[in-house]
């Protein structure tokens, strides 16, 4: 088992940034693939962004680039999702997911675990 816990998040302007930290905990393994996604009230869970298993191949939803950055620190067994330029429209609760894909995946289908989620809110 893999435990995935996110934190970070929380309530900024628009224009903020924030950084979502994603640490992973049990059998983890360098080779696994990590995504972020996240899912607003009302809408369908929309992936962010993925990263390979050495952190070296990374992969954004095309709205997201340029904004937001995926990086993993494997000594800590810990993802990052660095957000600039935050929009309203990012609110949403932000989750990381772990796949035994090594490159990652845009589909939610392929993650086999996943963390509680942080909360982000962006206002006007």
């Known amino acids: 088992q893999v435990q995935l816990v996110e934190s970070g998040g929380g309530t900024v302007q628009a224009g903020d940034s924030l950084r979502l930290s994603c640490a992973a905990s049990g059998r983890t393994s360098s080779s696994y693939g990590m995504g972020w996604f996240r899912q607003a009230p009302g809408r369908e869970r929309e992936f962010v962004a993925r990263?390979?298993?050495?952190?070296?191949?990374?992969y954004y939803a095309d709205s997201l680039k340029g904004r937001f950055t995926i990086s993993r620190d494997r000594a800590k067994n810990t993802v990052y999702l660095q957000m600039n330029s935050l929009k309203p429209e990012d609110t949403a609760g932000y989750y990381c997911?772990?796949?035994?894909?090594?490159?990652?995946?845009?589909?939610?289908?392929?993650?086999?675990?996943w963390g509680q989620g942080t909360q982000v809110t962006v206002s006007s």
């Open positions: 990263i390979s298993g050495n952190g070296g191949s990374t």
């Open positions: 997911a772990a796949t035994v894909k090594f490159w990652g995946s845009s589909n939610s289908d392929d993650y086999s675990y």
